[in-house]
């Protein structure tokens, strides 16, 4: 597949979303870059705000099997991945796999679960595998998780892993839609579209799980030029000596900064990776890997602050 077909099926993607999504151009553009390239995303908004919707369409566009397993403090690991049951029968035990055993899933509210259960995703996320008493067995080719978290409520929620947070390629953040957006949802809502039921929106499919793994690998085939790729490790290098913050970016952010890069040039209709597309993805890639010191937080400084701090202080490649 050439890039210009890819470029083509990628706007197709989002224009359905559209459809269902309202005012969140960025974020759709986000969660799509994730899916093509082969990554993980973290939804981080308040209630109401279609984090679930949002998964649930791209399924749909994407032709792709979706599951939604509601995280819980009772949750156990076992609830995601599957068990091994004994067969009377035939005197065997028999694998009965989990909800991870999809293309596309949501894990809601991932950070009510303790540590432990979050931690049975760790495998499935980096390996596309999960080993159950001794035997591994292969996720679907096209495995991508969407995980969402409440930003505002602390109580029954615990902190998700380092080791879980690094595994997602992107965190995107998800605000309330502008007063001339949040009319235009009522609108469709009272011309009869139904959020629970996709078909109202009218959305059709428009790729399929072969070429989706086509997009995939264009994305990985495209070429970048050596400054920019020295541009990336210089941002990622500086996030570990920056004085705001107490742990910086892995060299895994580094690879997944530049895989973002090069899907959004692809979103894009380009061949090749600009600065830019380094830039604008660099807060979704690394917003989620940076420790700030505590005294910058009780400031009220955020990641993104540091971040764009930091993107002014590097030359930028011509």
Known sequence: MDIKDANSLSGRVVGELSKVIVGQGEVLEQMVVAL??????????VPGTAKTLMARALSEVTGASFR??????????SDILGVNVYNTATGEFVF???????????ADEINRAPAKTQSALLEAMQEKQVTMDGVSRPMSGVFTVFATQNPVEFEGTYPLPEAQVDRFMLKV???YPAEGVEGEILARVDAGFDATDLRTAKIEKVLDLPTLAEVRATVRDMHVEEDVRK????????????SQVSLGASPRAAVMLM??????????????VTPDDVKDMAPAALRHRLILLPEIEVEGRTADDCIRELLLGIPVPR
């Open 173 to 175: 953040l998800i605000g």
């Open 96 to 106: 009965r796999p989990g909800p991870v055993f999809a293309d596309i899933i949501l």
């Open 68 to 77: 939604r397993i509601q995280f819980t403090p009772d949750l156990m690991p």
């Open 231 to 242: 541009y990336v490790t210089q941002i990622v290098r500086a996030t570990r000596t920056m």
């Open 36 to 45: 093509l390239a082969g990554g993980h995303a973290l939804l981080e908004g």
């Open 259 to 272: 895989l973002a890069a090069k899907t959004h040039a692809l979103v894009a209709g380009r061949s090749f």
